[in-house]
């Protein structure tokens, strides 16, 4: 508990530290945004929205108007909930998704991130299972680790979570908490859970009793093809489903939503008043006045636009540059990445040590994306972020460098 | 697991819920602070800072440089240690205080709540001890529950934490992890440690190796005397720090911060990359440019004349119109908030109660600060946020309670 050190005792912080955050260390995707903040390297690593569309001519106006015509109530203390008049708004907008919402169903957080979080403090024990898919999103087991639960991971082809296995798992596990699912544009893996997938996955949960923890953060941002039902409009109440504003507005307001039955809601609130108290009152009368004045339903119609494009210029380029055989990639509708898993014998963090060194472009190697370890073949490619002939010259690079390394390993 | 309902099998919520959650229930201050709210109510109960004295233009000032020069920036993703120019701001104006911190020292968070959540996660595993006073901070104990720690307390005087009981008590106790304490304006207590119980306990907490949680959301909001050194600048290895823009600038920024060893912060950054991934970045940008351009220190001092003043009337008030015999109270050289110890005969529940619906008062009855109980015959006052005529009406209505109430209990 103490070490000596001139006389004085002072704390040996390593001893000191909780179990459940012993082993955690950061996160090795962090590193790889260092290298990737570089303005030189083509950066398709990181998840960032275009900064290019963020709405700054908005947010002035409504922080004048916040300020000028609530600004006590806007600088104060508010509810742990979250401001009405904003969860009011969502509970309409989900409306049009078949979601059947009022304002008690809902609570604000900041971004998902936080609602992770505190479904994790609220419904993890110590050794419960969760099923994911494989891979999944890196934030949840980010969020998650720290109750130290146990994953069980089904493969995801690409339609997405690989239903028929979910199954197969509940029936061999008895000590399964949830399941967590991405159903739309899956974050690394860019899949789209097709309706029968989501009709079959909310049937099976309801039959094994499980509750479901449905992830969409890039809903809104579909390019092709119809919106399908959220898995919370199939089965109300069996589903916690987390979404934001960080894709459509701005992920500098760090400002999410949780959606679920009242008696989950009621829980959660508990467990973020002991967390933050509140997510900022400022922030949330300021979304609310941007989404009050409609401006949300134009502006992520501009986005969409975008980076539609942007998709279509890096799956052309791949196409043309990237190898083929042993080679396969998701084709998204919408969101922000797409996934790419290689022959075995290619090792995508050596890749990524060589094309940043060799050709300035960065990604994400899949393997942070598997809770249980592997992927070590696979890769994680953003499209959001950088310009249309951006995009076409690092594929370009980043193709001559797989070519390459592929020469290289079958030697 | 599940309970079966119209033919669907559907979550039984009660059962699923995690260990560290199954008692928690709203806290009692929440419903107290409803009935607070309504406007024709004296309220003596929250905790809130006076927003009319909030600086608004200054905000809309700052809204608009930032969103002018930095929007982009503002509004995308950031680093989770937070923004380094008002780590940089904050590091420099701690040194007034001889606290030695650089920007590597400091974590950025979702108001002081957030930081002992922080604290919480990183630091306690279930069953670790933590000292605290009785009374203490309510929020802390919200904020740690779910980790499950147990509570050893050590009585307060009117010099705040009895350390020769914390020796007392490290004597007995070998699973101590920390000792939280409050030395500025103590919340509910309003007591100030003095300069020789703050070296005294350092030297404790470094005799047994034990480090201690320092929280200090009002230390800028000394009323009379000399500021004393925090007890990070007595012995800055053993100590982490915590404090606020809450009390100065504005609870609705939600925006506060950690001082603590590098290596102590390193594991901190790692909890709240998976709690939040950071705080939002719009909102450190704001209150960087208010921060930086010296509005803030003039600010706190036209709030210290308005809340000096109302802490005087009410003091006097109370001289007046509260009953003597077997009443004490604090006289705090700062804060927000003053304590009362009543007869051990009263309850200051009912007199709660008997306060808002005979004379429209609200205050927090002390209970709620004992984290093993009692307490029933204590009273918290806060004098923030009431103009002074309203204080004087509402103590003398008070004091009207509190002497009927006593002939009442001694029949």
Chains 1, 2 share one sequence.
Not at 297 to 308: A, Q
């Amino acid at each position: 508990m103490k070490t000596k050190l001139d006389g004085h005792y002072t704390t040996n912080w390593e001893e000191v530290i909780a179990d459940r955050m012993k082993e955690a260390k950061p996160s090795a995707i962090r590193e790889i945004l260092k290298v990737a903040q570089d303005p030189t390297v083509i950066s398709f690593a990181g998840g960032l929205p275009a900064p290019e569309l963020f709405p700054i001519r908005e947010f002035r106006e409504a922080c004048e108007y916040v300020l000028t015509n609530n600004g006590q109530q806007a600088l104060q203390y508010g509810p742990t909930e979250g401001y009405r008049p904003l969860k009011e708004w969502i509970a309409e907008t989900v409306m049009k998704y078949g979601v059947p919402a009022v304002p008690e169903n809902i609570l604000l957080t900041n971004g998902s991130q936080q609602a992770l979080d505190l479904v994790g403090k609220v419904f993890l024990n110590e050794g419960d299972a969760i099923i994911t898919d494989e891979p999944t999103y890196l934030g949840a087991i980010q969020a998650w680790n720290p109750y130290r639960p146990k994953y069980i991971t089904v493969p995801l082809d690409k339609q997405g979570t690989r239903v028929d296995k979910v199954e197969e798992v509940l029936k061999e596990h008895k000590d399964v908490k949830f399941i967590y699912v991405l159903p739309n544009f899956h974050n690394p893996a860019g899949t789209t859970l097709p309706l029968e997938r989501r009709q079959k996955l909310v049937e099976i949960a309801a039959k094994y009793g499980i509750f479901i923890i449905e992830d969409d953060p890039y809903g809104e941002l579909r390019y092709e093809g119809e919106d399908l039902p959220p898995l919370i409009s199939l089965h109300k109440e069996n589903v916690i489903y987390l979404s934001t504003f960080s894709k459509t507005l701005a992920p500098g307001v760090r400002l999410g939503w949780i959606i679920a039955s009242e008696q989950v809601i009621q829980k959660l609130v508990i467990a973020k008043q002991g967390s933050d108290l509140h997510t900022s009152t400022f922030i949330q009368y300021i979304v609310y006045d941007i989404c009050h004045r409609g401006i949300l339903k134009p502006h992520v119609k501009r986005i969409r636009k975008v980076y539609r494009e942007r998709r279509d210029v890096m799956l052309k380029a791949m196409e043309e540059h990237f190898p083929k055989e042993g080679f396969t990639w998701t084709h998204p509708e919408g969101g922000l990445f797409l996934f790419v898993w290689m022959p075995e014998e290619l090792d995508a963090q050596k890749l990524f040590e060589r094309a940043v060194k060799e050709a300035g472009v960065a990604f994400v190697p899949g393997s942070s994306f598997y809770p249980n370890g592997g992927g070590k073949n696979t890769m994680r490619l953003n499209f959001s972020c950088m310009p249309p002939e951006r995009i076409k010259e690092g594929i370009k690079r980043l193709g001559k460098i797989l070519k390459d390394e592929l020469e290289r390993v079958k030697k």
